[in-house]
């Protein structure tokens, strides 16, 4: 291992409900949806209406103002519900799959021979160009852009998430395939940010790529923190950011010229009966799962991880970008004298509660309560703690609070997105809602200079 | 605990706006959320949240502050007695502080907590909970005689002017304990310096042979005189142990070193107090002390440095008062700068201008006006760093 990156800031939190290495089969879902929602920023065009069937690979909507970037059905089937929120906003595409599982028809290739034009148009045809992300912003990549390089990390340190040396094990092919076939994108290199607490069996050994080790807790999975160990971003400058999960999708469709939307994903949490992986659908309806694994009815479905995922309503649909499930009990409870007691139980980062006596080797049950009011900015010192970046997150955050540009771009907006301070936002005491502050910098950034 | 919750549940239509009690939101709501922690849950962003509040790091910083509260009274008891020549036993001379100083926290309290509320409840807010800590702060650092209506004043004009009109707890420049006194020393100066106004008489009188003058202004009246007249230690009559321990006179909670430690271990063990800020402080006022005893111009000028540290409340004030992390630097590498200048101004002001006994407030009151300019410079250096990173590639 030579390039070891050591990060110290940053935090594990000890949360209940960590996965076991066994994989279960289990029933296709009947039901599937895209969530526009899963794509920053995204305005849908509506490319079917209820009643229309597709396949595998179908586009059900596109980016209205690149109509290029096609979102597509993960099954074949029959479109059974456009579902809208307010100002009939999209939310979500409902498809219920019949069980041949068509897909529409790729040209199989060897990626190696392929033009970047011939690869751009096929993952553009295929729906899986949303696989890759663009820096800064963390929103769809634009395909007429030049990356100056493409980051993908090859571990997830947030809470619970799924060991990828478990759930790539068998996809090595269709890896390198993928990876064959970015390497065309881009005239810059592919770096791959690996863990030096895993054995990395597929990734270790890929070929065309830089590799670079981690250590250190979480976020130092997230690619917005290796991008910046690596090679930080500047003003002007464009990556483009992938998951293993998308590099093996792009992979399996030059192999196979099928679309294929499974994959392998952790459902964990406290509330969850033997937490471990089970083969799903990208999109797939987590209903039938939770109706069976859970160990009581009532809890949070978090589709991604407690600190980033999302929840949707009655129906739960597995996200695009997500490979795993946690499930936590709802928060929704008084607790009298509740920040007066001595709170062995309560782990907290912050050691104002009893519990940093136990050993670290404690697990704890987390809630979505929000443990106290919001406040004004107070403390200092504690986003700096769990961020390891050349960043002074509280002037950021008031940067974008009084919407000056200026300020954003020069403390440092183009290198974080949501992720990156999620920790922030879980140790605040002062309950600000750190995320959805820069993600308002980054719309504003956008509606700026576009 | 349900019958109570059931009650509140009820009386809530009653708070909002076109309820009956609608003037009284604010301070309901303040004690709502005393008694129980809130349903509330995460909507956006993360899911899950620390269990750490505003209500909880101040509960801490004033159980840190009880050592120095209790050994207060006691020594409010144990001056009284000294000075009025009695010898009595540990609890009447406790209860003697208990009597004394329970009216000062009282006052400052209803005083400082009815205008939070009051604010609050114009701006339409939920109370926050800043005051908790000064409330207890402001009794912390008056002298035991201070009349209970001098006390109601500064607070008043320290939680208005200080605090609500740059937008309450998060917003303020100053730190609002310190302005609280800075402006009963100004106001009143005559009941906030001297030899008389630090041990609490009652209606009796001084025996014979006690001074009631803390160890900073004997140290101060000993530097006019030539050194040679200058009798040992610098002219302090107390022992290094009774600096130390805390039998001095002086403001409540300011005495006991000891006391302030434990408070010290307390914020650094919880990390609440940040130790660099603490640390830097304690650097810069011993530095100055090297300094001064190079100058060596008078008696004062020779106290060793360390032995400022346990003279007056600059210890108090390097715990407490510079923590404050609203009025302080922000950034890490401004802590440092911050609490050096801190303590180098503090010991500069105690030591070289005889008409301020104790510099330690008025050092604090300084740097917090300077401590936006430290940061900004830190802020541009940062902003200077990542522009160098793009022009070095280019």
């Known amino acids: 291992m030579s390039n070891v990156i050591k990060l110290k800031k940053g935090l594990d939190i000890p949360i209940k409900g960590e996965p076991a290495d066994i994989l279960e089969n289990i029933p296709m879902p009947e039901t599937f949806a895209i969530k526009p929602a899963d794509f920053q920023g995204l305005v849908p065009k509506l490319r079917v209406k209820v009643g229309d069937k597709?396949?595998?690979?179908?586009?059900?909507?596109?980016?209205?103002?690149?109509?290029?970037?096609?979102?597509?059905?993960?099954?074949?089937?029959?479109?059974?519900?456009?579902?809208?929120?307010?100002?009939?906003?999209?939310?979500?595409?409902?498809?219920?799959?019949?069980?041949?599982?068509?897909?529409?028809?790729?040209?199989?290739?060897?990626?190696?021979?392929?033009?970047?034009?011939?690869?751009?148009?096929?993952?553009?045809?295929?729906?899986?160009w949303p696989a890759i992300k663009s820096r800064p912003y963390g929103i769809v990549a634009k395909p007429a852009d030049q990356p100056k390089a493409i980051f993908i990390s090859c571990f997830d340190s947030s809470p619970l998430a799924p060991d990828f040396d478990f759930v790539f094990k068998d996809e090595s092919e269709a890896w390198q395939t993928g990876i064959n076939a970015l390497k065309k994108l881009t005239s810059g290199k592919i770096y791959l940010g690996l863990s030096v607490k895993k054995e990395n069996i597929i990734f270790a050994k890929t070929e065309g790529v830089e590799i670079n080790?981690?250590?250190?807790?979480?976020?130092?999975?997230?690619?917005?923190?290796?991008?910046?160990?690596?090679?930080?971003?500047?003003?002007?400058?464009?990556?483009?950011?992938?998951?293993?999960?998308?590099?093996?999708?792009?992979?399996?469709?030059?192999?196979?010229?099928?679309?294929?939307?499974?994959?392998?994903?952790?459902?964990?949490?406290?509330?969850?009966?033997?937490?471990?992986?089970?083969?799903?659908?990208?999109?797939?309806?987590?209903?039938?799962?939770?109706?069976?694994?859970?160990?009581?009815?009532?809890?949070?479905?978090?589709?991604?991880?407690?600190?980033?995922?999302?929840?949707?309503?009655?129906?739960?649909?597995?996200?695009?970008?997500?490979?795993?499930?946690?499930?936590?009990?709802?928060?929704?409870?008084?607790?009298?004298?509740?920040?007066?007691?001595?709170?062995?139980?309560?782990?907290?980062?912050?050691?104002?509660?009893?519990?940093?006596?136990?050993?670290?080797?404690?697990?704890?049950?987390?809630?979505?309560?929000?443990?106290?009011?919001?406040?004004?900015?107070?403390?200092?010192?504690?986003?700096?703690?769990?961020?390891?970046?050349?960043?002074?997150?509280?002037?950021?955050?008031?940067?974008?609070?009084?919407?000056?540009?200026?300020?954003?771009?020069?403390?440092?907006?183009?290198?974080?997105?949501?992720?990156?301070?999620?920790?922030?936002?879980?140790?605040?005491?002062?309950?600000?809602?750190?995320?959805?502050?820069?993600?308002?910098?980054?719309?504003?950034?956008?509606?700026?200079?576009? | 605990m349900k019958i109570l919750r059931d009650w509140i549940d009820k009386q809530k239509p009653k708070l909002e706006k076109g309820g009956k009690f609608h003037m009284f939101k604010s301070g309901f709501g303040a004690v709502e959320t005393f008694l129980f922690v809130p349903n509330h849950t995460t909507r956006q962003g993360s899911h899950i949240r620390d269990y750490v509040d505003l209500k909880r790091t101040m509960t801490i910083v004033i159980v840190a502050l009880l050592p120095a509260l209790l050994f207060g009274m006691y020594n409010t008891g144990y001056q009284h007695y000294m000075a009025t020549g009695q010898m009595v036993s540990f609890w009447p001379v406790f209860f003697f502080g208990f009597k004394r100083i329970l009216p000062i926290i009282i006052v400052s309290y209803v005083v400082g907590l009815g205008i939070e509320i009051a604010a609050a409840q114009i701006r339409g807010h939920q109370v926050n909970e800043g005051y908790l800590v000064t409330g207890m702060l402001i009794p912390l650092i008056?002298?035991?005689?201070?009349?209970?209506?001098?006390?109601?004043?500064?607070?008043?004009?320290?939680?208005?002017?200080?605090?609500?009109?740059?937008?309450?707890?998060?917003?303020?420049?100053?730190?609002?304990?310190?302005?609280?006194?800075?402006?009963?020393?100004?106001?009143?100066?005559?009941?906030?310096?001297?030899?008389?106004?630090?041990?609490?008489?009652?209606?009796?009188?001084?025996?014979?042979?006690?001074?009631?003058?803390?160890?900073?202004?004997?140290?101060?009246?000993?530097?006019?005189?030539?050194?040679?007249?200058?009798?040992?230690?610098?002219?302090?009559?107390?022992?290094?142990?009774?600096?130390?321990?805390?039998?001095?006179?002086?403001?409540?909670?300011?005495?006991?070193?000891?006391?302030?430690?434990?408070?010290?271990?307390?914020?650094?063990?919880?990390?609440?107090?940040?130790?660099?800020?603490?640390?830097?402080?304690?650097?810069?006022?011993?530095?100055?002390?090297?300094?001064?005893?190079?100058?060596?111009?008078?008696?004062?000028?020779?106290?060793?440095?360390?032995?400022?540290?346990?003279?007056?409340?600059?210890?108090?004030?390097?715990?407490?008062?510079?923590?404050?992390?609203?009025s302080g630097a922000q950034t890490s590498t401004g802590k440092w700068i911050y609490g050096f200048l801190v303590g180098l101004f503090g010991i500069m002001i105690r030591v070289v201008n005889p008409a301020y006994p104790e510099g330690m407030m008025l050092s604090i009151l300084i740097m917090n006006m300077f401590a936006p300019l430290i940061d900004y410079y830190v802020v541009q250096s940062n902003i200077r760093r990542r522009l160098k990173r793009a022009l070095v590639k280019s």
């Open chain 1, 213 to 450: 080790y981690f250590d250190g807790p979480h976020p130092s999975g997230n690619v917005g923190i290796q991008i910046h160990a690596i090679l930080p971003l500047n003003k002007g400058e464009i990556v483009w950011t992938l998951q293993p999960q998308g590099v093996i999708m792009i992979g399996r469709l030059f192999l196979t010229g099928k679309y294929d939307a499974s994959r392998i994903i952790a459902l964990v949490g406290s509330e969850v009966k033997d937490p471990r992986y089970y083969q799903f659908w990208m999109g797939g309806c987590l209903c039938g799962l939770l109706k069976t694994k859970l160990s009581k009815q009532k809890g949070r479905v978090i589709s991604g991880n407690v600190l980033t995922g999302t929840t949707s309503g009655s129906e739960d649909f597995l996200g695009f970008y997500d490979n795993m499930v946690s499930v936590i009990p709802e928060g929704n409870y008084y607790e009298m004298f509740g920040w007066a007691l001595p709170g062995f139980d309560k782990y907290s980062p912050s050691r104002t509660f009893f519990s940093w006596l136990r050993s670290g080797r404690n697990k704890y049950v987390f809630n979505s309560n929000t443990h106290g009011e919001e406040r004004a900015f107070v403390l200092t010192d504690e986003y700096d703690k769990v961020l390891p970046m050349d960043i002074l997150p509280v002037y950021l955050l008031k940067a974008i609070l009084v919407n000056d540009i200026e300020a954003m771009e020069q403390l440092g907006i183009y290198e974080v997105i949501e992720e990156d301070l999620a920790l922030c936002e879980y140790v605040c005491t002062s309950k600000i809602n750190v995320q959805s502050i820069v993600r308002k910098g980054i719309n504003s950034m956008i509606k700026e200079l576009g």
């Open chain 2, 142 to 326: 008056m002298p035991v005689t201070t009349p209970l209506w001098m006390i109601a004043v500064s607070v008043a004009f320290s939680v208005i002017f200080a605090k609500e009109v740059f937008g309450g707890t998060g917003m303020n420049i100053w730190n609002p304990a310190l302005v609280a006194r800075a402006f009963l020393f100004f106001a009143y100066p005559s009941q906030m310096s001297g030899d008389s106004v630090w041990v609490s008489l009652g209606s009796k009188t001084v025996v014979d042979g006690f001074s009631g003058a803390t160890p900073l202004s004997q140290a101060a009246t000993a530097a006019l005189k030539p050194m040679a007249e200058v009798a040992s230690n610098h002219g302090i009559s107390y022992s290094l142990m009774d600096m130390f321990a805390g039998f001095i006179p002086g403001s409540i909670g300011e005495t006991s070193k000891i006391a302030i430690l434990i408070g010290a271990a307390i914020l650094l063990l919880t990390r609440i107090g940040n130790w660099k800020i603490m640390f830097s402080t304690i650097l810069g006022g011993l530095f100055m002390g090297f300094i001064l005893n190079l100058i060596a111009a008078n008696s004062y000028m020779t106290v060793p440095a360390w032995q400022h540290l346990i003279m007056g409340g600059f210890l108090f004030g390097a715990v407490f008062m510079v923590t404050d992390p609203v």
């Open chain 1, 54 to 128: 597709v396949k595998g690979g179908t586009a059900l909507f596109v980016d209205k103002y690149l109509p290029e970037i096609q979102y597509v059905s993960p099954v074949s089937g029959e479109v059974v519900a456009i579902n809208r929120g307010e100002r009939r906003k999209i939310l979500e595409v409902v498809v219920k799959a019949d069980q041949d599982n068509l897909s529409e028809d790729f040209p199989k290739a060897d990626p190696k021979e392929l033009s970047d034009g011939d690869i751009k148009g096929e993952l553009l045809r295929s729906g899986l």
